[in-house]
């Protein structure tokens, strides 16, 4: 692919990135609103969240495997109108039960955007700065993290939840569009593409995984971290109106935390490059355990001082695991693959805000959050897993 193609496919992916992520975590501003109007216990609360990322979830690894056939474009373009209907429709909500049922059809139409926007990201940089591209990619969702968020917390103050989430999907809508068009008129994701091609020859048979301990690995650190990322931005309202905050101040301590994680993705990928995967993983698993369980004994205004630090390392890692992903699996497989290891990571994400909100119904936030923390750092050892892998230690016969 020609340098002009493969930086129009970049900024592509990147503003359906933009989009949903930008749909994912504004849920996180919304749910305090939504624990307060329908009196939400902390576990139905954990359940919304999970609604979402189920959906998400359960619809990766369809999604890699029609687009072998299909083409990313198309499927690309009807989820992401799939995700944005959603949120149009979520301003009707009435109760727990619609909010539950529109929440998961959002993120099953959500569920097509990182395996097939990462693998379109993959193929236009097959030759050239791959993680760098994918760390660019990463970037631009945590800049629909910063913004959205803080947005719609600013517009819920002004005109209420329900016309707010409406306005974010009709914007979505309009992103649609413009997604499919530019992608069409650069040629790329099209239906029967090279990776089907490729497939009829045989040398990417199952999922196309190189070496099966390095994904193994790969996968439970990201599983970790997923779970543990989703399960703090869940509870971190809870914790600041604890200490003080109004939901509009909560809506920008996450735009402060998805701050320092666009700025974590973005260098974190880069850094890899530079200092080596283990090193960098080590480096932001640190940060991030070690800034949750800080927190916890903060004062308000340091605490929203600590957040775009903590940011950095919250979100920095994953840029680094969809890296190396492409360096475990063979090129014709890598919507599949990248569609398995997104769904072991936010399928451990979907879980994990309603069993942290069991222990919260049970202890209080604060004894969850110092469990959350802890287990952060348990990816410390795993990434030492990673060594014979990266160094080029790769099985002869694909999975």
């Known amino acids: 692919m020609d340098a002009r193609r493969a930086r129009g496919t970049l900024l592509t992916t990147c503003a359906t990135h933009f989009l949903h992520d930008g749909f994912s975590e504004l849920v996180y501003v919304l749910l305090p609103v939504w624990a307060a109007e329908f009196r939400l216990t902390f576990v139905q609360v954990g359940l919304l969240r999970s609604a979402y990322s189920s959906g998400m979830a359960s619809f990766q690894i369809p999604a890699g495997i029609l687009a072998e056939g299909w083409g990313e474009r198309g499927l690309l373009a009807a989820g992401t109108a799939v995700t944005a209907l959603g949120f149009v429709v979520l301003g009707l909500a009435g109760g727990f039960a619609s909010l539950l049922l529109l929440l998961l059809l959002a993120g099953l139409g959500s569920g097509v955007q990182h395996p097939l926007s990462s693998s379109l990201v993959s193929k236009a940089y097959e030759t050239g700065p791959r993680r760098v591209a994918l760390g660019t990619f990463n970037f631009s969702g945590d800049l629909g993290k910063v913004t959205v968020p803080a947005a719609v ?32 008129r650069l040629a790329t994701g099209a239906m029967g593409g090279e990776g089907l091609a490729q497939d009829s020859r045989g040398p990417g048979r199952g999922w196309g995984i190189r070496d099966r301990k390095g994904f193994q690995a790969l996968s439970a650190i990201g599983i970790i971290d997923n779970s543990t990322r989703t399960a703090f931005l869940t509870f971190l309202p809870f914790l600041l109106i604890a200490k003080g905050s109004t939901v509009q101040a909560v809506g920008l301590a996450l735009a402060l935390v998805f701050a320092g994680g666009a700025v974590g993705k973005f260098v974190c990928g880069a850094l890899a490059e530079r200092v080596g995967v283990i090193r960098t993983v080590v480096l932001t698993e640190l940060v991030t355990g070690g800034g949750i369980l800080a ?15 903590l940011g950095v390392g919250l979100n920095g890692t994953s840029s680094v695991l969809y890296g190396t992903v492409a360096d475990l699996v063979t090129p014709e497989r890598r919507s599949r693959a990248y569609g398995l290891f997104y769904t072991l990571g936010i399928g451990s994400g979907a879980v994990a805000p309603s069993v942290y ?21 348990t990816t410390i050892p795993l990434s030492q897993l990673l060594r014979a892998p990266i160094a080029g230690e790769v099985t002869t016969h694909p999975l």
């Open 153 to 184: 917390a600013l517009a819920t103050a002004v005109i209420g939840w329900r016309w707010a989430a409406a306005g974010y999907g009709m914007l979505g809508l309009l992103g649609t569009l413009g997604i499919f068009l530019v992608l069409r």
């Open 357 to 377: 909100g069991l222990v919260s119904d049970w202890a209080g936030v604060p004894v969850t959050l110092t469990i959350v923390g802890l287990a952060v750092l």
């Open 295 to 309: 927190l916890l004994a903060l004062p308000l205004a340091p605490a929203l001082v600590l957040l775009p630090i």
